[in-house]
C-alpha cells in the first residue's frame, strides 16, 4: 500500500494539479498580490543601495566626530569625578549607611 500511495503522490497528484491550474480562469487579485510581494523587497534594495550610501558617505565626519567627543567625555568621567567609589572605611560596605532622624 506504500508504495501505491508513493507512485500517486509522485506522478499522478502533481500532474492532477497542473491541470487543474491550466483551467482556471484568470484572476485580477493575484498580479495585484505579486505587486504587493515585491514592493518590500524593491523598496529595500532601493534604500541599501542608493540611500544608505549617501547618508553614511554624508555623515562619515560628523560620526567620527561625535565619537571622538563622547570617547574624551566618558574618560574625563571616569578619571576625574567617578559616580561609583571604593568605600573609604569598610571594604565590604558598599554603601553609607545614614541612620533616620
Request: proline share 8%; with cysteine; glycine share 2%.
Amino acid at each position: 500500500m506504500m508504495i501505491v500511495n508513493y507512485v500517486f503522490v509522485i506522478s499522478i497528484l502533481p500532474a492532477c494539479i497542473a491541470l487543474f491550474e491550466t483551467h482556471l480562469k484568470f484572476n485580477w487579485w493575484r498580479p495585484l498580490q505579486l505587486k504587493i510581494r515585491e514592493w518590500p523587497a524593491s523598496a529595500a534594495d532601493f534604500f541599501f543601495s542608493d540611500i544608505a550610501p549617501f547618508i553614511i558617505t554624508w555623515l562619515r565626519f560628523p560620526l567620527v566626530i561625535l565619537g571622538i567627543v563622547l570617547f574624551g567625555l566618558a574618560v574625563r568621567c571616569v578619571c576625574w569625578s567617578p559616580g561609583i567609589r571604593l568605600p573609604q572605611h569598610n571594604s565590604m560596605q558598599v554603601t553609607q549607611f545614614h541612620p533616620a532622624v
